[in-house]
């Protein structure tokens, strides 16, 4: 089945530790992303990547870091340095172009710091 | 991209029709209409997009108003399953990132 996954479905981490969200997609999109969701709030984009070893940042980078070694896969790392980490985070992928520009979305990660 | 307004919440009886307005005053010649729609605890999905003409799809009908300033998406026969956070969303429709920017959407509450 084509899709997207992400993995874990919950982690749960201590304060102060680096912890990466993972996401896998085998659509053949070249388009990657990263979400961040806080209880009753909208989606906003953490990081963005267009293509392979490229990404830029999105509007709350900050505390983040991701990295874009191949099509398939976009890891988020989750630093010490954001400062309220807890979130849901979803990951989505879609075509460059295409008539309907369509994002599909994984399952996302529901992250808890203890 | 330009900016929506939606409702926060709405109710609707299982088997009726959900009319959702959203109001896009600000919106640009060239920008689309995308709504999405998200159940709880999974990630958003994709109902519809168009730019000026009604669009009709398996899921659901959209209607733009001629000005383009707001546009309702309508679900003709809501079920329990519709139940959901639906976002009306304005974008470019083009490579340059395709990024999406959620605002709070509506609450579709649909009851039996």
């Known amino acids: 089945d084509g899709g997207i996954t992400q993995s874990p479905k919950y982690l749960f981490r201590k304060e102060g530790q680096n912890v990466t969200l993972s996401c896998e997609q085998n659509?053949?999109?070249?388009?990657m992303y990263w979400y961040r969701q806080d209880p009753g709030q909208g989606l906003r984009l953490i990081y963005y990547?267009?293509?392979?070893?490229?990404?830029q940042k999105g509007d709350i980078a900050e505390g983040y870091s991701v990295s874009r070694e191949k099509k398939e896969s976009f890891p988020l790392t989750v630093t010490s340095a954001q400062k309220n980490p807890t979130a849901f985070y979803l990951c989505?992928?879609?075509?460059?172009?295409?008539?309907?520009?369509?994002?599909?979305f994984g399952p996302g990660t529901r992250l808890t710091v203890l | 991209d330009a900016k929506t307004t939606q409702p926060p919440s709405m109710d609707c009886a299982e088997g009726r029709a959900a009319n959702l307005p959203c109001n896009h005053s600000t919106i640009s010649g060239n920008e689309y209409v995308y709504w999405y729609r998200q159940i709880h605890s999974q990630g958003p999905q994709y109902i519809i997009h168009?730019?000026?003409n009604n669009e009709t799809n398996e899921m659901a009908s959209l209607i733009i108003t001629e000005d383009r300033k707001s546009s309702t998406l309508i679900l003709p026969h809501a079920t329990l399953r519709d139940t959901a956070v639906y976002y009306c969303?304005?974008?470019?429709?083009?490579?340059?990132?395709?990024?999406?920017?959620f605002g709070g959407g509506t609450r579709l509450m649909v009851k039996p």
């Open positions: 168009g730019l000026k």
């Open positions: 989505a992928s879609s075509e460059a172009g295409g008539p309907r520009n369509e994002q599909f």
């Open positions: 659509l053949n999109h070249d388009a």
């Open positions: 990547s267009q293509i392979v070893n490229d990404f």
């Open positions: 969303i304005v974008r470019l429709n083009n490579n340059a990132g395709n990024m999406l920017t």
